[in-house]
């Protein structure tokens, strides 16, 4: 029989805060739930309580927490996109770390032997290659396969009610993205864990036992600055709204920050044509070995641009990118990692054949149409 899905409404009036209220920070809804239970905690660096760490307080209110499941950067996150993380003891708490990155991306029985409950605590930031999503997959999938309940406290989407990009063609499916969503899908992480349960995308169509604790104050519309970086090359908020846009450059050659201070807020290659702006990628934390390391970059310098709320994908980076680079049948890098990332091949292919971003994006609007009917499925916030 398929385990029912529950949202826990937040109770309190909205009058009573002018911020918005995180569900780890509702603990009255989730802490008689983890009472007499052993726990496993899915958390990061940005699993905060009021300025603490989920770990810490769980710990403090005697909470019996048997283990930490980190995901892609690692429990503190600083760890580069793409490097594997051990498995290890939190120095702090003594508590076992499992790495979910890597070849072992998914809990086994053996790693969920004696948990009773998992608590998923990450902050995301509401874009489909973001693998954070595909953690949280992979965690309700064991979770239901060994029929351990799932709680998840959400937290808030800073690209907001964002809706764009090309939804994925799961021929392409992969880490980077595992779901048929276009690239920004506009929900919050909670609402995301509702979906794929809802729709039936865990393996054999299975259903977890999901309680989501919900935000207070909080709509689609709503702005929310980030506390802590949510990962090492996502350092404020503009890098966190032009990352759908600038992403698409990691399956190209050209650089879009990694190794500078301006982490998805430039792109270039030192091939570029135009020459009035420079950088040049080192050796730094979160991107030991960066593209074009300690080489100079031509590019362009987006530090200063304006992202509107309402604002989706912009296409006219990667467009002037590949007008600017001289080499065309090397763009692209040999891997196609572009293809995960876009959801198709379709992108690659339309950028090489010269069309306009207006058409690619019209390419888009079917696929867009049938998302928002599903996602409706699932909002719990206006």
């Known amino acids: 029989m398929l385990k029912k899905t529950v949202i826990l409404l937040f109770l309190l009036p909205l009058s009573l805060f002018a911020q918005i209220i995180m569900g780890a920070e509702n603990s009255q ?32 209110e005697k909470v019996k927490v048997k283990k930490i499941f980190a995901p892609e ?8 996109a793409g490097q594997h993380v051990k498995n290890g003891v939190d120095s702090i708490t003594g508590l076992p770390i499992i790495s979910l990155y890597g070849k072992h991306k998914k809990p086994t029985k053996k790693d969920l032997k004696g948990i009773d409950i998992i608590v998923f605590d990450i902050q995301d930031v509401g874009v489909r290659f973001y693998t954070y999503l595909s953690t949280l997959h992979y965690i309700m999938e064991s979770a239901s396969e060994s029929h351990i309940p799932v709680i998840v406290l959400d937290r808030p989407n800073p690209n907001g009610g964002r809706i764009d990009g090309e939804v994925l063609n799961l021929k392409y499916k992969s880490f980077v993205g595992m779901h048929p969503v276009p690239i920004l899908y506009g929900m919050t992480i909670g609402e995301y864990a509702l979906m794929i349960n809802g729709e039936g995308w865990l393996k054999g169509g299975k259903r977890v036992d999901l309680k989501v604790i919900r935000l207070g104050n909080y ?15 996502l350092p404020n908020d503009l890098s966190i709204y032009l990352y759908p846009s600038l992403a698409f450059f990691e399956g190209t050659t050209f650089s879009a920050g990694r190794g500078t201070t301006q982490q998805f807020q430039l792109y270039g290659s030192p091939y570029y044509k135009k020459k009035n702006f420079s950088f040049i990628p080192v050796s730094r934390e979160g991107a030991k070995h960066p593209k074009h390391e300690n080489k100079t970059c031509y590019g362009v310098d987006l530090s200063e641009e304006f992202i509107s709320a309402t604002d989706g994908i912009n296409l006219a980076y990667i467009l002037d990118a590949y007008k600017n680079y001289p080499y065309k049948k090397k763009f692209f890098l040999k891997n196609k990692f572009i293809d995960k990332l ?4 379709s992108l690659r292919k339309q950028i090489i054949a010269g069309k306009s971003a207006k058409t690619i994006k019209k390419s888009w609007q079917k696929g867009l149409y049938n998302f928002k009917s599903i996602r409706q499925n699932y909002l719990i916030y206006p």
Not at 30 to 56: I, R, T
Request: hydrophobic fraction near 35%; proline fraction near 5%.
């Open 29 to 60: 809804a989730y802490m008689p739930d983890l009472k007499g239970k052993n726990v496993a905690l899915v958390v990061n660096q940005s699993s905060l309580v009021f300025g603490e760490h989920l770990v810490d307080k769980l710990l403090r």
């Open 73 to 80: 950067h690692g429990f503190r996150g600083k760890a580069d």
């Open 342 to 345: 876009a959801g198709s091949s």
């Open 219 to 233: 709509s689609h519309n709503s702005y929310y600055s980030l506390e802590v970086k949510p990962s090492p090359n």
